[in-house]
């Protein structure tokens, strides 16, 4: 007997929605590193406007992760680090306290990330 027939209809369509869910979780974390990963490469090389833009979108993502996501915690870091090179340190200050929010509630004040975004 094959699995299918052993299967039955309404456990097959759980089944297959947790398998898109799992599929559709690893592509929002694959936009996301990518946007990210971008974002970042532009902001070192003082291209803002561009920074900004693929930053903006992996900070949308990240968002949907969860409040208290190591991506998310990322990526307010990202943020307020383009807006401090935009001159902008009132924006900057509320998405790095943000960050740092998080990542101490997740990784604790001695982890090496919450060091790092202290710095």
Same mark, same amino acid.
């Given at each position: /007997?094959?699995?299918?027939?052993?299967?039955?209809? #309404?456990? @097959?369509? +759980?089944?297959?929605? +947790?398998? &898109?869910?799992?599929?559709?979780?690893?592509?929002?974390?694959?936009?996301?590193?990518?946007?990210?990963?971008?974002?970042?490469?532009?902001? @070192?090389?003082?291209?803002?406007?561009?920074? !900004?833009?693929?930053?903006?979108?992996?900070?949308?993502?990240?968002? =949907?992760?969860?409040?208290n996501?190591?991506?998310? &915690?990322?990526?307010?870091?990202? /943020?307020?680090d383009? @807006? &401090?090179?935009?001159?902008?340190?009132?924006?900057?200050? #509320?998405?790095?306290?943000?960050?740092?929010?998080?990542?101490?509630?997740?990784?604790?004040?001695?982890?090496? !990330? =919450?060091?790092?975004?202290?710095?």
């Amino acid at each position: /007997m094959s699995y299918h027939a052993r299967v039955s209809s #309404p456990v @097959r369509r +759980v089944l297959l929605t +947790v398998l &898109a869910a799992c599929l559709a979780g690893c592509a929002s974390d694959a936009a996301w590193r990518r946007h990210s990963e971008v974002g970042d490469r532009a902001l @070192r090389r003082g291209r803002l406007a561009e920074a !900004e833009g693929e930053l903006a979108v992996a900070l949308a993502d990240a968002e =949907t992760f969860g409040p208290n996501d190591a991506r998310l &915690a990322f990526s307010l870091n990202a /943020m307020g680090d383009l @807006r &401090a090179a935009q001159g902008d340190a009132a924006r900057a200050e #509320p998405l790095l306290r943000r960050a740092l929010a998080i990542l101490e509630e997740t990784s604790g004040l001695e982890a090496p !990330e =919450t060091i790092a975004a202290l710095d």
